[in-house]
């Protein structure tokens, strides 16, 4: 089955950085797009970046355009979000995601703090 699983969260100062990875199983995920979304506590899910199956085109959100980026490795199966010059408002709950066939799917997320 569809998994997606999250990893490379953690406590960070402002101005930090983080690299996360969602490593996905049990589909072709060369055949799909990928995105990344956050969600801080009180606070509406969001998308904050896409990345294409092929093209590897890529859009990200106003409020992280400049600092974060996102790549995949199809070889590998996994999908990165390189997040630079993090600011206390990028504290949230990060959750890889996809959708097959009409699907969502989404990893367990993981916690990312910006804090000093």
């Known amino acids: 089955q569809v998994q997606l699983v999250e990893s490379g969260g953690g406590v960070v100062q402002p101005g930090g950085s983080l690299r996360l990875s969602c490593a996905a199983s049990g589909f072709t995920f060369n055949n799909y797009g990928m995105n990344w979304y956050r969600q801080a506590p009180g606070k509406v899910r969001g998308l904050v970046a896409r990345i294409a199956n092929l093209s590897g085109s890529t859009n990200y959100a106003d409020s992280v355009k400049g600092r974060f980026t996102i790549s995949r490795d199809n070889a590998k199966n996994t999908v990165y979000l390189q997040m630079n010059f993090l600011k206390p408002e990028d504290t949230a709950v990060y959750y890889c995601?996809?959708?097959?066939?009409?699907?969502?799917?989404w990893g367990q997320g993981t916690q990312v703090t910006v804090s000093s």
């Open positions: 995601n996809t959708m097959i066939r009409g699907s969502d799917y």
